[in-house]
Each structure stands twice: as C-alpha cells, then as structure tokens.
C-alpha cells in the first residue's frame, strides 16, 4: 500500500488549493485520514480529520475555511483549502488508518504520505 499526498504550490493570499490523499495497491477502503502541516521551527499541528462515518474535525483556527472530504471509488481523501493566507504556509501531510486486503489476508494499518508544500504568498 501506498499513500500519496499532493497538490500542494504557490498560490496568493486569498487564493484556494485542493489537496489529495491517494491510497494505491492492496487497498480494500480507507477508515480514517488526518491531514496535518508542519512549517519550519514550529511543531507539526492536526489541521482535519474524518473518520469511517464521515465525520470531520478541524483545528479551530481553520474551521470554515478548510474541508476534509473522500471520494471512496479513488481511494482518495480532499482537503480543501479556501482564502488562503501566508500562515498556511506549511508542509501539507497525510496519515491514514488503511484496510488491506491481500489474498485472503485483511487487516488494517497506519501508513503516511510524504507531504506536499503549500506556499501562500502575501
């Protein structure tokens, strides 16, 4: 199983971006995702979360303006990004609890992606 972060970039202050967890290979379906972001010299910090029913949490600071959310038949879970501003600017990354199948084997495991930098210009 892998998971893949991406659509982090440069966009203006205002601005929107969509990011996306994938998961690819054995992956029967994906129970929770968190995304969380990490920007130099400060500690990595949870910014939304969405479990196997759906429901969504987000770190105060970003509620309204951030949504989590998942498309079952790509594996992939959204997050995103409105009226951006420079203190988003982080490294975006992606946690997910994963159920694997293989063969006869299913089970669930924890896997990271590798993050995506976000870059809100002032």
């Known amino acids: 199983v892998q998971l893949q972060a991406s659509g982090g970039g440069l966009v203006q202050a205002g601005g929107s971006l969509r990011l996306s967890c994938a998961a690819s290979?054995?992956?029967?379906?994906?129970?929770?995702v968190d995304w969380y972001r990490q920007a130099p010299g400060k500690q990595r910090e949870l910014v939304a979360g969405?479990?196997?029913?759906?429901?969504?949490i987000y770190a105060d600071s970003l509620k309204g303006r951030f949504a989590i959310f998942r498309d079952n038949a790509k594996n992939t879970v959204y997050l995103q990004m409105n009226s951006l501003k420079p203190e988003d600017t982080a490294v975006y990354l992606c946690a997910a609890n994963i159920r694997v199948l293989t063969g006869v084997n299913i089970y669930d495991a924890d896997y990271w992606g590798q993050g995506t930098q976000v870059t809100v210009s002032s």
């Open positions: 969405l479990n196997k029913v759906d429901s969504t």
């Open positions: 290979g054995d992956v029967f379906g994906i129970n929770t």
